[in-house]
């Protein structure tokens, strides 16, 4: 079974940081794609940053050069450093995980519960 845990968000000022974190069980890293996402009220959720088992990122354009997705295998943890946060950027921030590169796209089979950003001016 595998379970995806999100933690890390917060409310910050514009220009602020957050780093989120995805603790993942029964994940095999063996061939996988992870992605984080993030839905704001009243908006489609959509693909922030994704690393795939290569180690190739993709990110949104909007939020290239301030994120920064990575992987760490040892402790089975995705992470989303955050930097030069702005309020468009609020909005409740998942993980997700497959054995496919779906990169950006929202086909994942595995979630997490999500973690709420809220950036205020």
């Known amino acids: 079974q595998v379970q995806l845990v999100e933690s890390g968000g917060g409310s910050v000022h514009s220009g602020g940081s957050l780093r989120l974190s995805c603790a993942t069980f029964?994940?095999?890293?063996?061939?996988?794609?992870m992605g984080w996402f993030r839905q704001a009220p009243g908006k489609e959720r959509e693909g922030v940053a994704a690393?795939?088992?290569?180690?190739?990122?993709s990110y949104a354009d909007s939020v290239k050069g301030r994120f920064t997705i990575s992987l760490d295998n040892a402790k089975n943890t995705l992470y989303l450093q955050m930097n030069s946060l702005k309020p468009e950027d609020t909005a409740m921030y998942y993980c997700?995980?497959?054995?496919?590169?779906?990169?950006?796209?929202?086909?994942?089979?595995?979630w997490g519960q999500g973690t709420q950003v809220t950036v205020s001016s």
């Open positions: 029964g994940y095999s890293y063996i061939s996988y794609c």
């Open positions: 690393i795939d088992s290569n180690g190739s990122t």
């Open positions: 997700a995980a497959d054995f496919v590169n779906y990169g950006l796209r929202l086909e994942y089979n595995y």
